[in-house]
């Protein structure tokens, strides 16, 4: 049976993308929607394993309280910043926002892919640490929700 998130994502998701303005601005933030939507492909390809990171934070404690956080319900805060990102929204790499969901979409389902063709596979978050399937889920779904609030798609 599909958990609440893995369904969200699955089935829910990609539909709210279809609704967004490309040049739309968000609530907070610097990215356009298109270049969320692009963020978002990038975050995807870290959790299926095709971008590989290192792990920024090495502190035990602050990785303990990181991933505490990640686990829990309480949202992202807005204009998070993440050593990551950079201070300016990326260009678009795609000519158009459809190609860009096309392309997020991908990798999205390759996320599911991964993970079917090896259960028990573990790729790095390079702010929260190794992170099973279960966990990835989680986070792509508090992550996903984050940019959704912050263009309005979502409450």
Do not use: C
């Not at 599909?2 to 829910?12: A, D, H, I, Q, R």
């Not at 158009?96 to 991908?106: R, S």
């Not at 573990?122 to 986070?139: D, K, T, V």
């Amino acid at each position: 049976m599909l958990s609440e998130k893995e369904y969200f994502l699955k089935n829910e998701y990609l539909p709210l993308l279809h609704k967004l303005d490309p040049l739309q601005k968000g609530k907070w933030g610097k990215m356009d929607a298109q270049q969320m939507v692009e963020h978002m492909r990038d975050v995807f390809k870290v959790a299926n394993g095709k971008i590989v990171l290192p792990l920024l934070v090495t502190d035990p404690e602050k990785l303990t309280k990181a991933r505490a956080f990640m686990m829990s319900e309480a949202l992202f805060r807005e204009n998070t910043k993440v050593p990551v990102m950079p201070e300016e929204p990326r260009p678009h790499k795609y000519a158009g926002m459809q190609e860009a969901i096309k392309k997020t979409a991908a990798e999205l389902a390759d996320v599911f892919t991964a993970y079917a063709a090896d259960p028990a596979k573990i790729f790095m978050a390079p702010m929260f640490g190794e992170l099973n399937y279960e966990e990835q889920i989680h986070l792509l779904y508090k992550h996903a929700k984050h940019h959704l609030r912050q263009f309005g798609l979502v409450d």
